[in-house]
């Protein structure tokens, strides 16, 4: 069975960081990109960004909202993909989602993990 | 960061048939596939349609997606009052290299 597993979420004040981990079993993690979400309370999903599998290179791409601040990273000897999240911002509050991606979409998420952002 | 437009809401009843569209560009729906997803309330989205068509395993039938051009629509028939959540469209942008989302639609079966 496919899983994926994030945890990692915590109160953080402004400024802080925190690590998310995404843990995958029931797969070759290696042979995946991933990619994180990110909802809000009451929001739409909204897409963070993504690793590549290391086969085709490992690139990282990243939204505007978080680029410069947050960077992926994947370490496929413990099958777990991870979000570095750097200056936060209080609207970075939400449950970040990691998801696996196929070849036309993201056909398996985990259950979330909470960041909140508050002074 | 662009993102895919859907109606905020949609309703119907049981047993009757309702359709959300998913409105986006060239640079994503226009030149990829439309996957759509699943987000019943406090859980996470659920993969329900991809390559804009097609069902994975253990979707039901009653789940059906079109594209046509830069725009694509997902189908549901016999309404049951467990298809209550929020629905989502998602493609792949070619000119960002970034995944891009729709609004959400928020299905209320009466």
């Known amino acids: 069975e496919v899983q994926l597993v994030e945890s990692g979420g915590d109160l953080a004040q402004p400024g802080r960081s925190l690590r998310l981990s995404c843990v995958v079993s029931g797969f070759t993690f290696g042979d995946y990109g991933i990619s994180w979400f990110r909802q809000a309370p009451e929001r739409r999903l909204e897409w963070v960004g993504r690793i590549a599998r290391k086969a085709s290179g490992g690139a990282t791409q990243y939204a505007a909202s978080v680029k410069g601040r947050f960077s992926i990273s994947r370490d496929d000897s413990k099958s777990t993909a991870y979000l570095q999240m750097n200056s936060l911002k209080t609207e970075d509050t939400a449950v970040y989602f990691c998801a696996r991606e196929a070849w036309s979409g993201l056909d398996s998420w985990g259950q979330g993990t909470l960041v909140t952002v508050s002074s | 960061q662009s993102v895919l437009t859907q109606p905020p809401s949609v309703s119907a009843a049981p047993g009757q048939k309702v359709t959300i569209s998913c409105s986006g560009s060239?640079?994503?729906?226009?030149?990829?596939?439309v996957s759509w997803y699943q987000q019943l309330p406090g859980t996470a989205p659920k993969f329900l349609i991809y390559e804009s068509t097609k069902r994975p395993s253990g979707i039901p039938d009653r789940f059906s997606g079109s594209k046509s051009g830069t725009s694509a629509t997902l189908g549901i028939t016999g309404l049951q009052t467990g298809d209550e959540a929020d629905y989502y469209c998602?493609?792949?942008?070619?000119?960002?290299?970034?995944?891009?989302f729709g609004t959400g639609t928020k299905l209320t079966v009466l």
């Open positions: 060239t640079s994503d729906i226009g030149n990829n596939y």
């Open positions: 998602g493609a792949w942008d070619s000119s960002l290299s970034s995944w891009v």
